[in-house]
């Protein structure tokens, strides 16, 4: 079935977005809402401000205490929780269907009646400080992920840390939270989506009941006219590994609509290099060539902003880092030269196309991929054309895509481990 089978959505006159996705198969309701701001809203000085501001919307309103949220959530058989992204700030509740109106309530509240305490406001940021440190700091693939980041973009865009520095981390002010707050956490900036077993009607008026009498905000642009120029000098580190690491970072485009084949093709062919156990860097430079001990590609084919593709890996036991950098290239020089094999298009497809609609099977993923997209100003309609497109890709679609990675420069980074 198709997802614009069983979704509603529509707009309040204050400009919140509201989708409805109807999944009656379990008597749970997933109801999240989706802020346009994250990482790359930021700017060098308070980097980290959206996921502290996360943080803080946990420590009480007008209407509740410091964590009182969390406990009505839980004594009523709910879970909930909050996530920070480069394009959004995000949070949500996973509870039975007869508490939605309590979600509702509580999570409007939210909206317009935070309370800012200097106390709470300082334990907090410690609090994000000591998650840098464990998720960052002490973590040597997180470090260098953060220095090749940088490195593409500076302290702008896809660039800026998640997480923030320790130097904004300590700068920022309350003052500087409640200003983020104000201008980003407006319903004409939000997205609420509701996933699961409920009654769309009854949903709609208590929607309307506690999100209506929000007024539209003007949202004003916070960025600089900061520029950088990438550079694709090699970084290269010591660190606690306890094997060599090595990573090849090449510029990705964002996202876009009008080349969508073209982003879909490069995905396609990360699935065909690194997609699982028949992948070609399993089969080639694991098993059979022995070259890699592990690989890995991370990437974002839904990119707001331009972002990197990234190809890593360690080096077997008496292969040189250099050796593997050049396997991991030959492998889109042979692809180009030699194409594909027999069934190995239709087989890369299906495993690409078959792990995605599985995830589909929970509400939650449901919610968090039409908010996603959403929230990057991408139409969730992309998501029921998702097999066409996969399945339209030719393999002179895949090759023109590995003509493009050994084409482009990359930023060469590695890890070895401390003498």
Not at 286 to 299: C, R
Not at 397 to 410: E, F, G, H, T
Request: glycine residues 6%; proline residues 2%; contains cysteine.
């Amino acid at each position: 079935m198709r997802f614009s089978d069983r979704i509603e959505e529509y707009t309040m006159d204050n400009g919140l977005k509201v989708i409805l996705i109807e999944d009656n198969r379990s008597p749970v309701i997933v109801s999240s809402i989706w802020y346009r701001v994250g990482s790359s809203y930021e700017y060098s000085g308070v980097s980290g401000i959206s996921h502290v501001l996360e943080h803080m919307m946990f420590k009480g309103t007008t209407n509740t205490s410091p964590g009182e949220f969390s406990k009505i959530i839980k004594e009523a058989g709910g879970s909930e929780n909050a996530f920070t992204g480069r394009d959004f700030t995000g949070y949500y509740q996973k509870i039975h269907k007869d508490y939605l109106e309590l979600c509702l309530k509580l999570e409007s509240d939210r909206m317009s009646n935070l309370v800012f305490r200097e106390d709470e406001f300082k334990k907090e940021v410690e609090v994000v400080k000591e998650e840098r440190r464990l998720r960052t700091d002490d973590k040597p693939v997180s470090k260098v992920f953060e220095k090749i980041g940088l490195q593409a973009f500076g302290m702008k865009d896809y660039g800026i840390p998640i997480i923030g520095t320790m130097k904004d981390l300590s700068s920022i002010k309350i003052s500087d939270l409640k200003k983020w707050y104000k201008n980003y956490y407006v319903p004409n900036n939000a997205t609420l989506i509701l996933a699961g077993n409920f009654e769309s009607s009854n949903a709609k008026l208590l929607i309307k009941k506690y999100y209506g009498n929000y007024d539209k905000k003007k949202i004003l642009d916070y960025s600089n006219n900061y520029t950088h120029k990438i550079s694709f000098n090699a970084i290269s580190v010591k660190d606690k590994v306890s094997d060599p690491l090595i990573l090849l970072s090449f510029k990705n485009k964002s996202f876009n609509a009008s080349d969508k084949k073209e982003i879909y093709a490069m995905e396609l062919l990360l699935e065909l290099m690194d997609g699982g156990l028949s992948s070609r860097f399993t089969k080639n430079l694991i098993d059979e060539n022995k070259i890699a001990l592990n690989t890995f590609i991370s990437y974002d084919s839904y990119s707001r902003k331009d972002g990197l593709i990234t190809l890593g890996g360690s080096p077997r036991k008496g292969v040189s880092a250099k050796d593997l950098k050049m396997a991991f290239l030959n492998e889109f020089t042979v692809f180009i030269k030699n194409g594909l094999k027999e069934n190995e298009l239709t087989n890369t497809k299906s495993r690409l196309l078959a792990n995605k609609i599985y995830e589909f099977d929970s509400v939650f993923y449901q919610a968090m991929q039409v908010g996603m997209l959403e929230t990057k100003n991408f139409d969730w309609h992309l998501l029921d054309e998702y097999v066409d497109d996969i399945n339209a890709i030719t393999e002179i679609d895949l090759i023109n895509a590995a003509r493009k990675i050994v084409s482009s420069s990359y930023i060469y980074s590695s890890i070895e481990p401390e003498s």
